[in-house]
């Protein structure tokens, strides 16, 4: 597996996957019209570009070794949009981690994690955020991993759907990873 920053060329390939894993994993709760809604304001070629442009925004991939596809990427923004639930003085985001479905657990999303923490630190952030589907046990024992735990009950929407979420945060810590 390589980690590495995504470029402008990435940017449909994680658009698609982002569409793909979202759909996956949640678009069995939705409207047809609500799900193309969410992903058209979320996952598109266009939309990812600009992200990856964003000097405030971070974009990372972790290709398959035998393919090179990307298997799995994170967004993270230096400063988090989500509301004022901590102490923390200053709080980055980490806006998205998604795998490619046929390969969750085979480590990318550590390594994810581990190249969002070590971005955080160089940013001087005190504590990482991110919002969770309240019914999603998988996700928020991988994140308890890395010392991030429920601090509220937020909401998120899916076009007019609003789902029951938890903001999840902890604090910035070193761990070692081979960025390359």
Known sequence: MTLRLATAADAA???DLGRRAFVARFGHLYSAANLARFLDETHTAAIVAAQIADPAMRVAVVEAEESGAIA????????STLPPHTAAQRPM???????????????????LMDWAMEQARAWGADEMQLSVYADNPQAQAFYRRFGLDKVADITFAVGDHIDPEYMFAGPVRARSIAFG
């Open 93 to 111: 985001e980490l806006k998205q981690l998604y795998t490619d479905p046929e390969r969750i657990g085979r480590g990318a999303g550590a390594r």
């Open 13 to 15: 390939a994680i658009a």
């Open 72 to 79: 799995s990427f994170c967004k993270i923004v230096s400063a």
